[in-house]
């Protein structure tokens, strides 16, 4: 079995040292879509932030291309490691064009997955509506060139066709090799767009498997979430 890009070992994490997830196994391989799911407070953003570096686990590790590894985000971006979440990360006063080639951004790899923002490029990025200013967010993410991406709830807020655009750049970035993390609300749009689907219920797992065999018995999923 080849090397998981990025993966929990009995990864337990939480706040003031409680744990909020406990025992998480969890890896993510080059190429996939994987989705993290569950109730309010089940713990996918403490996963997801401890696999960023943004959170210490109380116990177990992070592990990045096979290798455990304790170093905090700043260095984990370095390593390759994108992370976009919920607030959009973006620069009010700067152009598209400007948001885009901050750092070692490729405006071109940016336009490609997110044409739309072409006419945009020399608007102020304060300017953009909520669903272009997440685009631009994840466009400057996916300009370096990631080889992994943690998506925590992106599409939070945003109209369903923004959502949709949001789903096909990640699946776009995996399906050019990346392994990507997806945390998301929208579990029926993101269970068609992941390869394998995670559920979490009160910081354990709960219920993982391929996509295909999770919706072919939702009742499984239904009961862990609802
Ligand atoms: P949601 O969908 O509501 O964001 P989640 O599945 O992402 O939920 P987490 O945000 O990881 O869940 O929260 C897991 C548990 O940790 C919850 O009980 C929550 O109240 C608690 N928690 C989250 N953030 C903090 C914090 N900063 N300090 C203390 N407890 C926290």
């Known amino acids: 079995t080849k090397t998981a890009a990025i993966a929990a070992r009995g990864l337990s994490a939480g706040y003031h040292g409680a744990a909020a997830v406990r025992d998480i196994e969890l890896e993510v391989h080059a190429g996939e879509v994987v989705l993290l799911a569950g109730a309010n407070g089940a713990g996918k953003t403490t996963?997801?932030?401890?696999?960023?570096?943004?959170l210490r686990p109380l116990t177990g590790h992070t592990e990045l291309r096979g290798r455990r590894c304790a170093e905090p985000v700043h260095r984990r971006v370095r390593a390759g490691v994108g992370v976009v979440t919920e607030k959009r990360v973006v620069f009010n006063q700067l152009t598209v064009a400007e948001n885009l080639t901050l750092g070692r951004g490729d405006t071109a790899t940016a336009l490609a997955h997110f044409p739309e923002l072409e006419k945009r490029l020399?608007?102020?990025a304060g300017l953009l509506s909520g669903g272009e200013q997440q685009m631009l967010s994840l466009a400057r993410v996916l300009a370096a060139g990631p080889s992994v991406i943690l998506a925590d709830e992106l599409s939070l807020g945003l109209a369903p066709i923004v959502?949709?655009?949001l789903l096909a750049a990640l699946r776009a970035a995996a399906d050019a090799g990346a392994a990507v993390l997806l945390v998301e609300q929208h579990v029926r749009l993101a269970l068609d767009t992941a390869d394998r689907a995670c559920f979490l219920q009160r910081g354990q797992l709960a219920l993982a498997g391929t996509t295909d065999a999770i919706k072919q018995d939702p009742s499984r999923m239904e009961a862990i979430y609802l």
């Not at 996963?47 to 943004?54: C, E, I, N, V, Y």
């Open 47 to 54: 996963t997801l932030m401890t696999l960023a570096g943004a």
């Open 163 to 165: 959502v949709n655009r």
């Open 122 to 124: 020399g608007v102020k």
